[in-house]
Every structure is written in structure tokens, then in C-alpha cells.
């Protein structure tokens, strides 16, 4: 996720305006505006964020920023809506199998902050670090581990790259990054990650089915959508500091 990301303002529900309370805050966003000053509150109002990925965890994530009140998403992921992903996201439900990922999210947020401006966009999620990095932006930056093969949630937390553990996905970003883009071989890496540290829990069983999820493994919305929430909750610090 990355603030600032470039942004369209969609025009879809544009004369549906929440109602507003005194001072401009839509109702709706008042009891979130209650935990902050008026100036970080407003801080939220005005940022834009980036979402890359719209699974199991950054579907969450980018419902949970509309929710708290962003003033525009970009969502970025080219797949589609498919059966395998109703167990764990949140824009995949019966009505939208088929649907690319980005246009469902996007018409669920819509409905949820009318006044959200969302765009979607494709990008790889590499091409995404190297820029936030030669921006000197990579502090802008929170990344989502695998969810794969977890099944507690409270073994979730943020930390820097260099310290993500039992995680297929970030140990191999980590690599790639360390050997073929210059990072520090040493030491942290200076890029926040939300990641579980719970060993893989691997299924005997496992049919070609269920290999579609999660890179094989099994998995579960309770530690998805907390990932998600947790990488949510991590931008939503960093803008009202």
C-alpha cells in the first residue's frame, strides 16, 4: 500500500453524498473522527492510497481504508472473481463470480463511501518497491506476507522485511530483492511487512483443487482479513502521525 498513488475520481454514486456533520465530516466517518484530532482526522480525509492485490488480505485492507474515511483508493490487481476465493474476500460473493476483482471491490466500496475516489490499475508489485524506493518513499510502503497454511491470527504483526519468518512469499521478495536490486544484505531493509510467524500448517490431502489457494496451501478469512486489517491500521498510523 502506498500513499499518494495516482488516482482517478470515479464518478459513479456522485450525487449520493453521505450527510454531513458540523465542520464537513460526513456522518458517517463520526465516530472514527472521535479518536483523532480534528487536524489528523482530516489528514485521513485527504490522503490517497494505493492497494496492490485485492485477495484474501488486500480486499480487506482496502475496505477497512474506505470504511475509516481515505479520500481515494487505487486498486490494483488483474484477476477475476472465481469460486475458490469466497472462503476469504470480501468483494467474491455468488453475484460477482466472473467479475474482475478490481470493478466488484470497487463498486462494494462505492457503496460503502460514495464520495471514495477509486480507480483500478494493473502493476507489478516489484516494479512498485523499486519506484517507492528510488522516491525515497519506501516508508510510504506496507506489504502483506503470505496467508497460506495460517491458521492463528494473534501470530500476526508488523515488522521490517528482514525479520518476516515462516514466510514463503516475503523470504523470496526478501532474496530477490538482496540479490538483484541492491538491498542491504544485512540489517533491517527498511520496508514494513504485516506477516504471520506461525509455521505453515500443510494438509495431507491436499487435491489440485485446493492448490489454487494460496499457493497450495489452505486458508483462513480469520487470518486474511486480520492481515489485511493489521496492514490497514499500519497506513492509518502512519498518515495521522
Known amino acids: 500500500m502506498a500513499h499518494n498513488s495516482p488516482i482517478m475520481e470515479s464518478k459513479a454514486h456522485a450525487s449520493n453524498r453521505p450527510q454531513a456533520l458540523q465542520g464537513g465530516c460526513p456522518r458517517q466517518f463520526a465516530s472514527t473522527a472521535r479518536l483523532f484530532t480534528e487536524a489528523r482526522f482530516d489528514a485521513i480525509r485527504s490522503t490517497r492510497v494505493g492497494v496492490v492485490g485485492l485477495g484474501g488480505v488486500g480486499s480487506w485492507a482496502a475496505e477497512a481504508l474506505a470504511r475509516s474515511g481515505v479520500a481515494a ?6 484477476d477475476h472473481v472465481a469460486e475458490s476465493n469466497l472462503n476469504r474476500q470480501v468483494q467474491a460473493l455468488h453475484s460477482t463470480l466472473g467479475v474482475a476483482k478490481g470493478d466488484a471491490l470497487r463498486d462494494r466500496i462505492l457503496d460503502i463511501a460514495p464520495d471514495c475516489g477509486v480507480t483500478d490499475d494493473l502493476s507489478a508489485k516489484r516494479s512498485m518497491i523499486l519506484w517507492m524506493r528510488d522516491q525515497k ?17 494473534t501470530r500476526v504483526s508488523v515488522m521490517d522485511l528482514a525479520e518476516a519468518a515462516h514466510d514463503p512469499l516475503l523470504s523470496s521478495l526478501r532474496y530477490d530483492l538482496r540479490k538483484n536490486y541492491g538491498f542491504p544484505r544485512k540489517g533491517k531493509m ?47 498510523a502512519r498518515i495521522t502521525q
Open 73 to 78: 483508493i487505487t486498486l490494483v490487481d488483474m
Open 190 to 236: 527498511k520496508m514494513q511487512v504485516v506477516s504471520s510467524n506461525q509455521p505453515i500448517q500443510r494438509s495431507d490431502d491436499c487435491d489440485p483443487v485446493a492448490r489454487l489457494a494460496c499457493a497450495g496451501y489452505g486458508s483462513l478469512v480469520t487470518v486474511t482479513a486480520v492481515m489485511g486489517l493489521v496492514a490497514a491500521s499500519t497506513v492509518l
Open 137 to 153: 518513499r519506501l516508508s510510504d510502503l506496507v506489504v502483506s506476507g503470505g496467508a497460506g497454511g495460517k491458521t492463528d491470527p
